[in-house]
C-alpha cells in the first residue's frame, strides 16, 4: 500500500501514468514525474506505462512497468526463455532495427 505524500513527495507502492522518452545506458526507459528523472526496466521509448515507484532517491525513482497503456512500435516479443531473469539481453524485446 502506498503511504502518504505531501505536494511534490513521491512514494514507493504509488503509481502514475507516465510517457517513455528515452532509453538510459541500462536499457531501462527514461521519463521525467514531478520534475524528477524515472528509470523504469523494460520500457521502450514512445511507450506509455503505468509505473509503480519501487525506490525514491533524492534525485531520481525507480519503479518497474505496472501496465503499458501504449505499447512502442518497436516492442517485440523476446525469444530467449531467461530475458528478465539474467544480464545482457536487457533490450531483447526491442525490434533489432531500432537499437
Not at 502506498?2 to 505536494?7: A, E, G, K, L, V
Amino acid at each position: 500500500m502506498p503511504q502518504p505524500t505531501t505536494n511534490n513527495e513521491v512514494a514507493a507502492g504509488q503509481r502514475f501514468p507516465l510517457t517513455i522518452k528515452r532509453i538510459g545506458i541500462n536499457g531501462e526507459g527514461i521519463g521525467y514525474y514531478k520534475r524528477k528523472i524515472v528509470f523504469i526496466p523494460g520500457a521502450l521509448p514512445e511507450e506509455v506505462v503505468v509505473a509503480e515507484v519501487t525506490n525514491v532517491a533524492p534525485r531520481f525513482i525507480d519503479a518497474k512497468v505496472h501496465k503499458i497503456r501504449k505499447m512502442a512500435p518497436n516492442r517485440v516479443e523476446p525469444k530467449d526463455a531467461t530475458y528478465g531473469q539474467v544480464g545482457g539481453i536487457e533490450l531483447e524485446h526491442l525490434n533489432y532495427p531500432a537499437n
